[in-house]
T-cell receptor, first 118, second 117 residues
């Protein structure tokens, strides 16, 4: 149980286009989802926290107009990188925290999405 | 703000031997969680072990155990009988105690573990 999927796993796009990444909790309802960015050989950097039905909370320095996050249901959150540029190329990872009280303090991670902007 | 420090960028261990990865953290809170995550080359984050700060007993999971020193704010991971499959990036992480909503993880910079024959 507690599987989180991400789609796509890899995406290559041209500079100036927008890219949408989906994060789904497959077998549980996720009250909260988190979006991270990871540069090569570096740690995970939290970008934003999203709660179902409310606006995402962005970390300091993260452009909310560039990285649009939607958490429309308890099983789906999306990250849209708008007007992508080469410097947005990175590995994006989502995690989900279950709604169930007894395990709501767990976070389960998706497999990540590699974004390459040409 | 909470910070997590891993002072060992890289470690190496021979197969079947034991290795300890270090982690220190800084917080003003008394209740929290600490985690060790493994990230293999596939980059899928895998939870290795977790410790609740209110528990005095050190957590263990098969070959993995921690040495949790709350006063010293230290949380090291011991891997016994190391296997080739243990080779990965290991991240120490801190999470505040929740009272109804999930809070974020703060990660350390990671330690790359190599396992040699």
């Amino acid at each position: 149980g507690a599987v989180v999927s991400q789609h796509p796993s890899r995406v290559i796009c041209k500079s100036g286009t927008s890219v949408k990444i989906e994060c789904r909790s497959l077998d549980f309802q996720a009250t909260t989802m988190f979006w991270y960015r990871q540069f090569p050989k570096k740690s995970l950097m939290l970008m934003a926290t999203s709660n179902e039905g409310s606006k995402a909370t962005y970390e300091q320095g993260v452009e909310k107009d560039k990285f649009l996050i939607n958490h429309a249901s308890l099983t789906l959150s999306t990250l849209t990188v708008t007007s992508a540029h080469p410097e947005d190329s990175s590995f994006y990872i989502c995690s989900a925290s279950p709604k169930l009280a007894e395990i709501y303090n767990e976070q389960f991670f998706g497999p990540g999405t590699r974004l390459t902007v040409l | 703000a909470q910070t997590v420090t891993q002072s060992q960028p890289e470690m190496s261990v021979q197969e079947a031997e034991t290795v300890t990865l270090s982690c220190t953290y800084d917080t003003s809170e008394s209740d929290y969680y600490l985690f060790w995550y493994k990230q293999p080359p596939s980059r899928q984050m895998i939870l290795v072990i977790r410790q609740e700060a209110y528990k005095q007993q050190n957590a263990t999971e098969n070959r993995f155990s921690v040495n949790f020193q709350k006063a010293a704010k230290s949380f090291s991971l011991k891997i016994s009988d190391s296997q080739l499959g243990d080779a990965a990036m290991y991240f120490c992480a801190y999470r505040r105690w929740d009272t109804g909503t999930a809070s974020k993880l703060t990660f350390g910079t990671g330690t790359r573990l190599q396992v040699t024959l």
